[in-house]
């Protein structure tokens, strides 16, 4: 049997019988609820909304938002330290003709040879730990001296 067909035979068997009374106030709530329904009142939101432009507004303010909120959160992210870095360079040789004699090393000679030829120099960036550390090393190696 189907659901509805033991339905049917329920209500058959329940003996309630329905008075007037009761079909009137049932009317008279039916009658009022529609009444209700049928003069509702707009609210002034959806009135607001059906305009187009404003719709047009709404959505880029939204995503006005979304673009500051996002490019906020990836600025927030914490600072990563640069590890320190020892950077060596050269410094080209310059070829010279002597115009002295081969001969004579004298001391001057030497000294133009000497500056003449590549010297590594460093450019150290240090952080505020690596310089303490640097000091410490140095107030060590002066008391042991």
Same mark, same amino acid.
């Not at 000497?114 to 310089?131: G, N, R």
């Given at each position: 049997?189907?659901?509805?067909?033991?339905?049917?035979?329920? +209500?058959? /068997?329940?003996? =309630?019988? @329905?008075?007037?009374?009761?079909?009137?106030? !049932?009317?008279?709530? &039916?009658?009022?609820?529609?009444?209700?329904?049928?003069?509702?009142?707009?609210?002034?939101?959806?009135?607001?909304?059906?305009?187009? +432009?404003? /719709?047009?507004? =709404?959505? @880029?303010?939204?995503?006005?938002?979304?673009? !500051?909120?996002?490019? &906020?959160?990836?600025?927030?992210?914490?600072?990563?330290?640069?590890?320190?870095?020892?950077?060596?360079?050269?410094?080209?040789?310059?070829?010279?003709?002597?115009?002295?004699?081969?001969?004579?090393?004298?001391?001057?000679?030497?000294?133009?040879?000497?500056?003449?030829?590549?010297?590594?120099?460093?450019?150290?960036?240090?952080?505020?730990?690596?310089?303490?550390?640097?000091?410490?090393?140095?107030?060590?190696?002066?008391?042991?001296?």
């Amino acid at each position: 049997m189907k659901l509805a067909d033991n339905i049917h035979k329920m +209500i058959k /068997k329940m003996h =309630v019988k @329905a008075s007037a009374e009761l079909d009137k106030k !049932v009317h008279d709530d &039916i009658s009022i609820s529609l009444a209700e329904s049928a003069c509702a009142k707009t609210s002034t939101m959806r009135s607001i909304t059906k305009v187009g +432009i404003v /719709k047009l507004a =709404v959505a @880029a303010a939204i995503f006005i938002a979304f673009g !500051v909120g996002f490019s &906020i959160g990836r600025w927030s992210q914490p600072p990563q330290p640069e590890p320190p870095s020892l950077v060596i360079a050269y410094v080209p040789s310059i070829s010279i003709h002597s115009s002295a004699s081969k001969s004579e090393d004298g001391f001057w000679r030497q000294k133009v040879f000497a500056a003449m030829q590549p010297k590594p120099y460093a450019q150290t960036q240090f952080d505020k730990t690596s310089l303490l550390n640097a000091y410490k090393q140095y107030l060590k190696e002066k008391y042991y001296d």
